[in-house]
């Protein structure tokens, strides 16, 4: 029986037929040839993709908007800066980093690569002195916090297990993590069964009915990890129970264990953070409610501390507004 021809790439695999033999070169090698239509086709796609990474990058440029009003004084700094007004700008770039939260740690270190590489002569101007700020950050984050895309394997079903405080944003992450997975051809289950709050169990039903996803709750077993403070240690082991039975029900599983922080209690997640993943392991951090909040650099401080990724930010109330993190997009963000 003659195979199905593709359906999305016919003319890269065509069978070897009379009618194709058209197609190979001399050497008996396969050309890549495609017909008007075909083409047509990979130029409309090849314009969704960039249309949807411009949205995401906008997207993430808008939420950042009160970390970048806080660090615009950066550009004052520099735009008049002169070799005798090095350290007086760099205490001053110190004190705008520190209120912006990247932390002691990260100003200090960040402000004393800088003042070495003028002391050496390496940077001349305020262009290149913030071309270096924005180097320096980047490298944080990409050096110690990466895989910033999911890791779900090949097996299937994938689990995510989702894991945080009250009120950090667990139920409403979730739910615009499902919204992006449908809309991405996924079939998705949200399994509900929160142990300390309830009503978080019918606001993911809304969730679920909102987006189309499959939703289980079962209130004698309950399913989803359970929220808390982090200081409660009860509900911290009923996660590690979460886990097992998870990884028992299904060897592999979770494959993402995340970890929703709430982005204005800037550096106070980090105790959060380090506590949660002692517990039950984390493998990457969604960042929420970042749009109305000029502590940004927290994302820099959390990556650095434990060397986890962030995986998504929130930037904005709308369903669409969980995005992607893309550490080259977020530092031009915060300094365009």
Known sequence: MA?????????????????????RAPSGRLRCAATAGQAGFFTRLGRLIKEKAKS??????????????????????????????TDRVL???????????????????????????IRDGKLKSGTEIKASL???????LTTKGSKTELQLGFR??????IVGVN????????????????????????????????????????WAERTGSEIVIDNDKKAQAPSGLHT????????????????????GAPNEILLVLDGTTGLNMLQQAKEFNDVVGITGFI??????????????????ELGIPVKFVGVGEGVEDLQPFDAEAFVEAIFP
């Open 91 to 117: 205490d001053d770039l110190e004190e705008a980093l520190l209120v912006s939260d990247f932390g002691p740690k990260i100003s200090f270190r960040i402000v004393d690569t800088l003042r070495d590489q």
């Open 287 to 304: 960042l929420t409610k970042l749009d109305g909040t000029a502590r940004g650099g927290c994302v820099v401080s959390v990556v650095d």
């Open 167 to 206: 009120g950090g944003g667990k139920t409403t992450s979730l739910g615009k993590l499902a919204y992006r997975f449908k809309n991405e051809g996924a079939k998705v289950l949200m399994a509900a069964g929160d142990t300390f709050r309830a009503a978080a169990r019918d606001q993911l039903e809304i």
């Open 134 to 140: 924005k180097r320096c950050i980047l490298e944080l």
């Open 232 to 251: 409660n240690y009860g509900l911290m082991e009923e996660l590690v129970s979460c886990k097992k039975v998870i990884a028992k029900a299904l060897p």
């Open 156 to 161: 299937k079903p994938a689990v995510i297990m």
């Open 56 to 85: 995401d990058v906008d997207k993430l440029f808008s939420g950042f908007s009160k970390t970048r009003e806080t660090l615009s004084v950066v550009d004052e700094l520099l735009t008049y800066w002169n070799l005798a007004d």
């Open 3 to 23: 195979s199905a021809p593709s359906r999305v790439l016919p003319f890269l695999s065509p069978p070897y037929t009379a009618a194709s033999a058209s197609l």
